[in-house]
């Protein structure tokens, strides 16, 4: 029997290769491991002293992407346009940074009442009300929560601008009668929907549950023509978290819908559905309940709206003018191969 000198003892030769064995898997667990964190924690570019992660890319980026595969490109035009997306959500994901540097540094805050008192103060200048702007939410699958934040980002941003620009901002009745003179078609009155909604979820990449889950929609629209009730079958077969009130989405102004739903509903009346329309969010049938159309606005009446709309604007022009001068006073590194 063959022995080793291994450490401080003698060992048997076969005791010694089963040692060296799992010492060999070990280290091939553990560089693997290192590796596999090392893609997930890498970084695709530096702001300063913060940093942007890879994981933060593809998660701001996974939506547009998937719908890109699925769509009906080439792998030339594939690979060009989602490099395109990852580039300027990195752009955009930096934007982001520098200004959310800035807040901190100058301590600038929002409370949850001015999220609240904004937030009413537009719904309210377009005839409506917070439920009917959830429910238009949930139909383009966008919770509370983030359309909040993003509220709540926009008012910060407004703020930061206010402290750091010094451009006086001046709106005159003149400014205000131009803007409603040449865009008359936005106070030329509103057309709101009463929509419900049957949606069925199908995963991106499997084509056999995409195939079974139209078949059925199909199955399903074919069941409303032949009389069926929306809302039953709403109740029965939607994803939709309003299924449970027969897919209810309440009333929705026409401008607020996507342009291709805009296309699609436009020629209908109360009391049709749409066909099956596949979307990033899955197959969806739209059922028109009721249409309700408002009187045009007047100057005076369209004239909160028409300020704001006009603040936004020169908010939107200073930011990019301030953002631009800060990106020149700032470090920024951006890793190629995205």
């Known amino acids: 029997m063959l022995y080793i000198h291994f450490g401080n003892k003698w060992k048997r030769r076969s005791d010694v290769l089963k040692i060296l064995k799992w010492c060999f898997i070990l280290f091939i667990i553990s560089f693997s491991e ?16 913060d940093i942007i992660l890879l994981n933060d890319l593809e998660q701001y980026t996974k939506q547009f992407i998937d719908k890109i595969i699925t769509s009906d490109y080439s792998p030339e035009e594939e690979q060009a346009m989602i490099k395109k997306v990852r580039q300027k ?34 719904v309210k200048s377009k ?43 001046v709106l005159t009745t003149e400014d205000k009668k131009k803007y409603y003179e040449d865009h008359k078609e936005k106070f030329a009155g509103e057309k709101k929907y009463h929509l419900r909604i049957i949606a069925m979820k199908a995963s991106s990449y499997d084509d056999e549950e995409r195939k079974a889950i139209l078949i059925k929609m199909n199955e399903i629209l074919d069941d409303l023509k032949q009389g069926k ?32 739903l805009k296309e699609t509903l436009k020629d209908k009346k109360a009391g049709e559905c749409s066909p099956v329309l596949d979307t990033e969010f899955g197959f969806q049938i739209f059922y028109i309940e009721e249409i309700v159309e408002t009187k045009p606005k007047t100057l005076d009446e369209a004239t909160p709206e028409i300020e704001a709309m006009l603040f936004t604007e020169f908010v939107d022009k200073q930011y990019k003018a301030w953002l631009g001068n800060l990106k020149k006073r700032s470090h920024i590194k951006i890793y190629e191969n995205l």
């Open 229 to 260: 009730t929306f809302n039953t079958l709403a109740m029965l077969y939607s994803d939709s978290k309003t299924a449970m009130d027969g897919g209810d989405l309440g009333f929705i102004n026409y401008q607020d819908l996507s342009a291709r």
């Open 34 to 49: 290192a590796r596999s964190a090392d893609v997930v924690e890498r970084i695709v570019a530096v702001v300063n002293n």
């Open 127 to 169: 005839n409506s009300n917070v439920q009917d702007l959830k429910k238009a939410l949930e139909a383009q699958n966008i919770l509370w929560d983030e359309y909040r934040t993003r509220f709540r980002d926009q008012l910060l941003r407004r703020k930061l601008i206010n402290k750091e620009v010094n451009s006086k901002y």
């Open 89 to 122: 959500t990195l752009n955009t994901l930096i934007d982001v940074k520098l200004t959310d540097q800035q807040i901190k540094k100058l301590k600038i805050t929002v409370s949850e009442e001015e999220v609240d008192k904004t937030i009413n103060k537009i």
